[in-house]
């Protein structure tokens, strides 16, 4: 009888040992990019309760909300400087007086859903109260706050093992009850596209962004594009690569605005705008609410772009896009104007990842101009287009 105790015993050993790295996330969330606006590009953990109503305000006055973000959220510095003596985090009192269960039905009552950070580590990146052995009952105050996204950060966190810890946290919030997106957000460190499909919805890829187009040793909108083409067979509907947050609006050229946002619409990335919905200019806020640009983030095929060639500092990325439609995009990465011609006839496209094969010899499409709305003809005849500095000519092919 002991015998068979003990057989049984090491029997389940492997799948405990399995259990304890492995997660199953909440499923059916974000099948599309997420789409929200986080706190920490302009406001690092200068927040507080009035600001950010302000912003809610505005997320739903200036068409952000009817243009398709969803996701309110805020990024470290919200909480007190210590936990209560119970371990329960706090928000800090001088920053959301009417306490965090206010704020959330605040945003839940403008008919958005409500986002926190914190950390996977001892402390935040800021030096708040990390998760770090809380997992559980911090999942549990989220729950209970109405918390619908978690950003999971990845400072303090030099002992331990990455798919370990997210799926600990993964885990926790699959016990709490309530589905929360979850952001993984190890800046690409350990490889999370490889681990991490079941245990969130969006891993970060790269370090955090710098508000730059193209400088110098920095994360910049070029350097951070640059390092995703390769990743694109791990993104899909549920779990997708996070270049990081938006910077449009954030003091970039128009024309670095445009190509930006494009470009990481081509990449199927999740759209967390990062500016002051209260200062936006009228061009920031049809960069940011273009619906067309918008649907080739959000087709529902997943299909992160790709870039198919580089002609004289113009890139070319092609998207597959549902019903057989196609989305291109020609970015001018000079700071000089280009005039461009491009023969698609000439040019076949192909990609392993989605299966496409666009051969523009025994299929045209018709062209249709996603930044200025006209209609530029079809693919059976060259196209002639000059391209601005840092800007981009971005389209929807159909049949
Ligand atoms: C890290 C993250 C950022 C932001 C800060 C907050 O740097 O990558 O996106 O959340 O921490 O401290």
Request: hydrophobic content about 40%.
């Amino acid at each position: 009888m002991r015998n068979y105790f003990l057989k049984l015993v090491l029997l389940f050993i492997p799948v405990l040992v399995q259990y304890k790295a492995d997660a199953q996330k909440f499923e059916g969330l974000a099948m599309t990019p997420p789409m929200g606006w986080n706190s920490w590009n302009t406001f690092q953990t200068k927040i507080d309760e009035k600001m950010l109503r302000e912003m809610v305000d505005q997320f739903v006055a200036s068409g952000m909300k009817d243009a398709g973000y969803e996701y309110f959220v805020l990024d470290d510095g919200w909480m007190a400087r210590e936990r209560d003596g119970e371990g329960r985090l706090v928000a800090d009192p001088l920053k959301f007086p009417s306490g965090m269960k206010a704020f959330a039905d605040y945003v839940h009552g403008k008919g958005l859903k409500f986002g926190i950070y914190n950390c996977a580590g001892t402390k935040t990146c800021a030096g708040y109260p990390g998760t770090r052995g809380y997992e559980y009952q911090d999942a549990r105050l989220y729950a209970s706050w109405g918390v619908d996204y978690l950003k999971f950060d990845w400072c303090y966190a030099e002992q331990l093992n990455a798919k370990e810890a997210y799926a600990t946290m993964s885990n926790a919030i699959k016990k709490a009850g309530r589905p929360m997106v979850f952001s993984l957000c190890e800046w690409g460190n350990n490889r999370p596209w490889e681990w991490a499909k079941d245990i969130g919805h969006l891993w970060r890829t790269t370090g955090d962004i710098v508000k730059c187009w193209d400088c110098e040793g920095k994360n910049g909108v070029m350097a951070i594009l640059k390092r995703q083409d390769h990743l694109r067979q791990y993104a899909g509907p549920g779990h997708w690569n996070d270049p990081d947050m938006l910077e449009v609006g954030n003091g970039l050229s128009l024309n670095e605005d445009r190509a930006h946002f494009s470009m990481w619409c081509m990449l199927a990335a999740p759209l967390m705008a990062g500016n002051d919905l209260r200062k936006m200019s009228e061009e920031t806020i049809a960069i940011l609410t273009n619906k067309d640009a918008i649907s080739v983030d959000q087709d529902p095929l997943g299909v992160q772009g790709f870039k198919w060639a580089e002609r004289d500092s113009v890139e070319i990325w092609f998207k597959p896009l549902k019903d057989d439609h196609l989305a291109v995009c020609f970015l001018n990465k000079s700071s000089k104007v280009k005039d461009f011609v491009y023969d698609w006839k000439m040019n076949a496209v192909a990609d392993s990842v989605s299966g496409l094969k666009g051969d523009f010899k025994k299929q045209s499409y018709h062209i249709f101009n996603i930044w200025t709305k006209e209609k530029n003809g079809s693919t059976a005849k060259p196209l002639r287009a000059k391209i601005g500095p840092h800007d981009v000519l971005m389209f929807r092919l159909s049949r």
